[in-house]
Nanobody
Framework: QAQLVESGGGLVQPGGSLRLSCAAS????????MGWYRQAPGKQRELVAT???????NYTDSVKGRFTMSRDNAKNTVYLQMNSLKLEDTAVYYC?????????WGQGTQVTVSS
């Protein structure tokens, strides 16, 4: 059974930074497109960023220029560097792995941006 474990969430002030990590196990990590999603209270889960097996990244407009997604295939880990955090970035952040018909999710990590 594949497993994705997120870490790095927490409480941060507006303008601050956090780095999320997602460690994958029991999958051939290098094959997978990895994604970060988030879900704020009362809202639908939304895509934040993706990175392909080849390292190409894509971001939702609201985080462009502030968030950076990367992957380390040697460590089976993806990262989401979040800078210039805003109140509206508050959400549970989920890691996602997709390859062909296989889709896996992590359990989520809470990010709270508050003064």
């Amino acid at each position: 059974q594949a497993q994705l474990v997120e870490s790095g969430g927490g409480l941060v002030q507006p303008g601050g930074s956090l780095r999320l990590s997602c460690a994958a196990s029991r999958i051939t990590f290098s094959l997978y497109t990895m994604g970060w999603y988030r879900q704020a209270p009362g809202k639908q889960r939304e895509l934040v960023a993706t990175i392909t097996s080849g390292g190409s990244t894509n971001y939702t407009d609201s985080v462009k220029g502030r968030f950076t997604m990367s992957r380390d295939n040697a460590k089976n880990t993806v990262y989401l560097q979040m800078n210039s955090l805003k109140l509206e970035d508050t959400a549970v952040y989920y890691c996602n792995a997709v390859w062909r018909s296989l889709v896996y999710w992590g359990q989520g990590t809470q990010v709270t941006v508050s003064s």
